[in-house]
């Protein structure tokens, strides 16, 4: 396996060696100077055509809204007391869930409102709004199953019933 590294690596050298040798030519004095890295934080793929700057204002708006939403829906108390005490757990740890989600997106959207102001860390906060955005959508299909599952479940029961008849 080394042999292979090493051969990786003598390859990526010798096609450097013109490059390398061009921007030599190109300096006054003897002693080489590495050109200055550019930041990449001018477009991000996942921002398409948009500056990343752009892309990072629309997300703070879009983690504002979501922090409020979710805040409204933790609020929201269900039309009658759950039957159950394992009804009245699930809904307290939904209702935590969404408190919890929704302080993860306010906090996350002070971090970008901070990276408009430094370039350098705009391309952090989009990774992490990413991330944020990825983790919501696993719960968003857990719930849908568990949705899914408590429907059939209802309409096994309700055909059950109404085949007594």
Not at 156 to 162: D, E, F, G, H
């Amino acid at each position: 396996m080394t042999k292979l590294h090493a051969i990786s690596a003598l390859a990526c050298l010798l096609a450097a060696a013109p490059a390398f040798a061009a921007e030599r030519a190109t300096t006054s004095g003897p002693v080489y100077v590495a050109p200055q890295p550019t930041l990449q934080t001018q477009t991000d793929t996942r921002c398409g055509t948009r500056s990343l700057a752009v892309c990072t204002r629309e997300r703070v708006v879009s983690l504002r809204q979501l922090s409020d939403g979710l805040n409204r829906a933790a609020a929201i108390k269900p039309d009658s007391k759950p039957q159950s005490a394992a009804d009245q757990k699930a809904l307290e740890s939904y209702d935590q869930w969404l408190r919890d989600t929704s302080a993860e997106a306010r906090s996350l959207a002070a971090q970008g409102e901070r990276a408009l102001s430094q370039p350098d860390l705009q391309m952090s906060f989009n990774l992490q709004y990413l991330a944020l955005q990825s983790k919501m959508q696993k719960q968003n299909q857990l719930e849908q199953m568990i949705s899914n599952v408590m429907k059939t479940k209802h309409d096994t029961a309700k055909n059950s019933i109404s085949n007594m008849r």
